[in-house]
């Protein structure tokens, strides 16, 4: 398997954090389900919260819910204007936000009890640097229940201890204040194809008839390492896949290999949770291990998506279906 390990880019692309943080006290059950729309909601996490949760019921995913308002967010937001033939702004509205809530329910934040396997393990202390210290671990696991409970409900660790303040997550039986986030194990649609936009970096699912089914925020390859062309087809979807480097056929900056490694399965695996094979050779559509770097990174050509996006893709996705690059 060819693929990216994201170039860890000197120029970030900008992601603007706008609103004053709101006190973790005030981030309750109720003050988020309660929300409502009003002028100053950029500078509202309670709301930001619930707009980041719709949004990812919708399946116009905002990538990690973190409370803040920014470019992962805006263009979600696009997205879904675009889809409810709305005027495309960005900028959240009343209209928009009325039909965000009818159409996707109110209560966005629950009480979750933390359960047995959620602190089984095995988990690894820290996530190596290098792909040959990667090699030499058994399995890419998460590094504890944190990062494994902040995945599972989409989520940035520093938001769900925000939530939580005071709490440990390693107990089972521990009430936690969580999103009630979609299932991605059980996507309501079946793609038809799927494009992907180099220009808003983002993924889109398609049905039959052209209506955008779901609409995910990527990493694409730069004008250095770009990404496909054209039209290509989907292979096959590998779960949980390994990842093998082999400095022959790949030259990544700052990996120096002799020989071939290959890095066993895990959510810090390199390429994430899910591998979605193209038919052409090299490339493919995968998760990540770093979520909240979405957008902000080059990769190597490959589209990288959250791993919680490329599990309900690749759960949507069947051999044969058409992808195409569209600049």
Same mark, same amino acid.
Request: charged residues 25%; negative net charge.
């Given at each position: 398997?060819?693929?990216?390990?994201?170039?860890?880019?000197?120029?970030? !692309?900008?992601?603007? !954090?706008?609103?004053?943080?709101?006190?973790?006290?005030?981030?309750?059950?109720?003050?988020?389900?309660?929300?409502?729309?009003?002028?100053?909601?950029?500078?509202?996490?309670?709301?930001?919260?619930?707009?980041?949760?719709? !949004?990812?019921?919708?399946?116009?995913?905002?990538?990690?819910?973190?409370?803040?308002?920014?470019?992962?967010?805006?263009?979600?937001?696009?997205?879904?204007?675009?889809?409810?033939?709305?005027?495309?702004?960005?900028?959240?509205?009343?209209?928009?936000?009325?039909?965000?809530?009818?159409?996707?329910?109110?209560?966005?934040?629950?009480?979750?009890?933390?359960?047995?396997?959620?602190?089984?393990?095995?988990?690894?202390?820290?996530?190596?640097?290098?792909?040959?210290?990667?090699?030499?671990?058994?399995?890419?696991?998460?590094?504890?229940?944190?990062?494994?409970?902040?995945?599972?409900?989409? !989520?940035?660790?520093?938001?769900?201890?925000?939530?939580?303040?005071?709490?440990?997550?390693?107990?089972?039986?521990?009430?936690?204040?969580?999103?009630?986030?979609?299932?991605?194990?059980?996507?309501?649609?079946?793609?038809?194809?799927?494009?992907?936009?180099?220009?808003?970096?983002?993924?889109?699912?398609?049905?039959?008839?052209?209506?955008?089914?779901?609409?995910?925020?990527?990493?694409?390859?730069?004008?250095?390492?770009?990404?496909?062309?054209?039209?290509?087809?989907?292979?096959?979807?590998?779960?949980?896949?390994?990842?093998?480097?082999?400095?022959?056929?790949?030259?990544?900056?700052?990996?120096?290999?002799?020989?071939?490694?290959?890095?066993?399965?895990?959510?810090?695996?390199?390429?994430?949770?899910?591998?979605?094979?193209?038919?052409?050779?090299?490339?493919?559509?995968?998760?990540?291990?770093?979520?909240?770097?979405?957008?902000?990174?080059?990769?190597?050509?490959?589209?990288?998506?959250?791993?919680?996006?490329?599990?309900?893709?690749?759960?949507?996705?069947?051999?044969?279906?058409?992808?195409?690059?569209?600049?």
């Amino acid at each position: 398997m060819q693929c990216t390990f994201l170039l860890r880019a000197a120029v970030v !692309l900008g992601v603007a !954090l706008v609103g004053v943080p709101v006190g973790a006290e005030e981030l309750t059950h109720e003050a988020i389900n309660q929300a409502i729309f009003n002028q100053d909601w950029q500078n509202n996490k309670a709301f930001m919260i619930k707009a980041q949760v719709l !949004l990812d019921r919708a399946r116009f995913s905002p990538g990690v819910i973190d409370g803040r308002w920014g470019m992962n967010t805006e263009r979600a937001v696009r997205a879904l204007q675009e889809r409810q033939g709305l005027e495309a702004t960005g900028e959240l509205n009343e209209e928009t936000w009325r039909r965000l809530t009818s159409e996707n329910g109110d209560e966005v934040v629950k009480e979750y009890e933390i359960t047995p396997a959620d602190i089984k393990g095995p988990f690894i202390n820290r996530v190596p640097k290098s792909f040959r210290e990667m090699a030499k671990l058994e399995s890419l696991s998460f590094t504890g229940p944190k990062e494994l409970l902040a995945e599972k409900f989409h !989520l940035d660790a520093d938001l769900l201890q925000a939530l939580n303040p005071g709490k440990s997550f390693a107990k089972a039986g521990s009430a936690i204040l969580v999103p009630q986030v979609r299932d991605e194990a059980k996507p309501n649609f079946e793609a038809a194809r799927i494009e992907i936009h180099k220009s808003d970096q983002s993924v889109r699912a398609l049905d039959e008839d052209g209506t955008v089914r779901a609409y995910y925020p990527a990493t694409i390859g730069s004008s250095e390492t770009p990404s496909p062309t054209g039209t290509h087809r989907v292979l096959g979807v590998a779960k949980e896949p390994d990842y093998r480097y082999d400095p022959k056929k790949l030259s990544f900056p700052g990996v120096k290999l002799k020989r071939a490694v290959t890095i066993a399965p895990g959510p810090n695996n390199p390429v994430g949770r899910i591998w979605i094979d193209l038919s052409k050779e090299g490339y493919g559509i995968h998760g990540t291990p770093d979520p909240d770097d979405i957008r902000r990174e080059a990769s190597h050509g490959c589209v990288r998506l959250t791993n919680w996006d490329a599990i309900e893709l690749a759960n949507a996705t069947i051999p044969g279906i058409t992808v195409q690059f569209v600049s």
